[in-house]
């Protein structure tokens, strides 16, 4: 049987987080995107209230969550702000290659420190030279006696100078492209490890985005996830795990963005009544509220076949590619019923606008998304 209801914990989950955000998050959102700040505070007081790793198992230290939970989550945070859902979805999505192929061993060692505090997470995958080519990444891993020698440098990453714990992805065997990929957990502070300059991004400005670099790096062998030369293949089971979470997160910025164009439509008065009064906005404000809908079921259908144990790579895909462009349009939409006051920083849906363009890019560009859906209905 379908059931659309959620659970009484998923609802309290929801509402724990919406209050979260709306009271700790959403009043100085405005700010740390003028000041492009990472805000520690906010990342304690979340892990104060238990869901910072809340997708790691309770006997290491986190909440046992589901993806389903995850998307209930990104989304209320999303629609406090993007930057901070993506710094807190960003420790998630760097423990999320550990928790997939991490051995019991390494878990109780690292994972367990990791959750004893309010630490973040990042994972290690882009490079200057492979984004969507993964196969092309340059940083290489060399077993030597009973450690790995990591080297290289990894752009883009989420949480880069924040993070205490990095999951990095490096070429074991460079001569096998894609299949010589090994994946390693890496502490922040061993020696040769370093980040590069804070970026200066458009949007989702809350969050610490920098290069990370990789100079003879010793990690023990130990810290090699799976079985070795299973790199990639860990790398796509986390992207089929946190897509629908990234797509909901996309979904909370839509919903913001709709409910600020909405509020304003019934106050805004243009020829003598409510801009809300007239055909032309009421057809776009259904537009909107059907796409933020749509886009939030294909997500929570996307996690729910996650945590069922089924596999779901192309509804993944589906629901952050969906996702990712209706916040873009979205926005555009919300921005274009303020008018003047849209294009203007003390009203928040530029800000929503320039947050959600990122999420047609990151985490697999939708064209990429557009490929994997193709090729999994073609095979």
């Known amino acids: 049987m379908i059931d659309f209801s959620l659970s009484e914990e998923q609802k309290a989950c929801q509402k724990l987080v919406r209050d979260f955000a709306r009271n700790e998050i959403a009043p100085i959102a405005h700010e740390m995107d003028e000041e492009q700040r990472h805000n520690p505070e906010i990342v304690e007081k979340y892990y104060k209230i238990g869901l910072l790793h809340y997708a790691v198992p309770e006997e290491y230290g986190g909440a046992g969550l589901g993806s389903l939970e995850g ?114 957990m890496v502490p922040a502070d061993t020696p040769g490890v370093s980040s590069g300059k804070k970026e200066d991004k458009m949007g989702q400005r809350a969050t610490d985005t920098r290069e990370v670099m990789f100079d003879n790096v010793r990690i023990p062998a130990r810290y090699r996830l799976g079985e070795g030369l299973d790199g990639f293949k860990i790398a796509m089971m986390t992207l089929d795990d946190s897509r629908p979470g990234v797509g909901a997160a996309a979904v909370g910025i839509a919903r913001a963005a709709l409910e600020a164009a909405r509020d304003y439509a019934k106050e805004r008065v243009q020829f003598g009544k409510p801009i809300a009064a007239q055909q032309g906005i009421q057809f776009m404000l259904a537009d909107m509220a059907m796409k933020v809908n749509a886009a939030r079921l294909l997500c929570w259908h ?78």
């Open 71 to 184: 998307c209930i989550i990104g989304e209320e945070v999303g629609a406090a702000c993007a930057g901070v859902a993506a710094c807190l979805g960003g420790n998630i999505l760097g423990l999320t290659p550990f928790l997939i192929a991490g051995s019991p061993e390494l878990k109780e060692e690292l994972l367990t420190q990791h959750t004893s505090g309010p630490n973040l997470g990042a994972f290690c995958l882009t490079e200057a030279d492979a984004g969507s080519d993964v196969a092309a990444l340059r940083t290489t891993a060399v077993f030597e006696g009973d450690e790995y020698i990591i080297n290289g440098c990894k752009r883009f990453i989420t949480n880069g100078g924040v993070a205490s714990l990095y999951s990095v992805f490096a070429k074991e065997d460079p001569e096998l492209g894609h299949k010589g990929i090994s994946a390693f």
């Open 302 to 379: 996307a996690a729910w076949l996650h945590d069922n144990g089924k596999k779901n790579t192309l509804e993944s895909a589906i629901s952050k590619c969906f996702a990712g462009d209706i916040a873009m349009e979205v926005t555009t939409d919300a921005v274009q019923i303020l008018g003047g006051y849209g294009y203007m920083k003390e009203y928040p849906v530029e800000k929503y606008m320039r947050d959600a363009k990122l999420h047609q890019i990151f985490e697999g560009t939708n064209q990429i998304q557009r490929l994997v859906i193709a090729r999994q209905i073609l095979s």
